[in-house]
């Protein structure tokens, strides 16, 4: 993944670009707008950071105004873009989980794809007590477990809120990985089966014999159209250029030909719970005749 370095020499790239394409050399430019030549080959070779009034002296100076909201939107992604979770987590989980919930408050549409793990909004205390821990053991930051679940099922008070909507789409993988005890995840999938009677709620269910249009290399989280967040295994990526926010759009939205909603998402789950119930919890057999009846 990109850092902050190597996204200013993307953003200073992108500059060299309009520049050339306006027929200009750096002299030239730097000339046309009064700065020092020095400047103009520093930021494009990612030296300096501009700022969002050198964003648009630049566009301007080559005839590229139609450029300037995303070459800003590049530019205040460069700190934000890349956030290690050992940098995000340093604090606590609870912190984190805070962070998240004032996202969330101000976002009307919030549209997830998870192919692996249940959304945080959408977990069991004992479901969300799991993965935080495997955060916490594996990134080696302040345990604070009890607080960071505490926090994670009081962002969940949103779900009840009026002006808010949620469409969430899961892989059928995702309601079966044992990240956590059997019974646990039984009845994790019994929360999610009740979630889906919210009337600001869309679940579907992808299944897993459905051809998948675009391989599912990781969950996203869409809020609105301003920002998408990714979660890899050594950071969170915060995007919000507008071509990555689309391109996020469209892949969700092609998740979603292929999932299935209401009694369908439904039947896939139950079933799941069955072959759950039938592996880990099997009834015992039927008592067979006593002695006297032989």
Known sequence: MPNVRQAR?????????????????????AQAVGWVATKVSKIELGRQTPSEEDIRTWATACGADREIRSLIAQLNSLESAYAAWQRQLRSGTRDQQKKIEAIEAKTDLIRTFEPAT??????????????????????????????GVQARMDRQ?????????????????ALR???????????????????????????????WTARLPKTPVHGFWLYGERLVTVETFSAELSLIQPKEIALYGKIFDLMHKTALYGKNARTIMTHVLDELAERFFPEPPAAGPSFHEK
Not at 157 to 173: D, N, S
């Open 177 to 207: 990985n044992l990240m956590c005890p059997p019974e646990v995840l039984m009845g994790q999938i019994e929360r999610l089966i009740a979630s889906a009677t919210l009337p600001n709620v869309a679940l579907g269910v992808i299944p």
């Open 9 to 29: 020499e993307a953003l200073g790239a992108r500059l060299r670009e309009l520049r050339r394409a306006a027929g200009l050399n750096g002299k030239q430019l």
């Open 157 to 173: 008070q949103i779900l009840y809120k009026p002006g808010h909507r949620f469409h969430v789409i899961l892989t059928e993988t």
């Open 118 to 147: 249940v959304p945080g909004l959408f977990q069991t205390r004992e479901y969300a007590r799991h993965i935080l821990a495997q955060a916490i053991a594996v990134h080696q930051v302040p345990d604070d477990l009890q607080e």
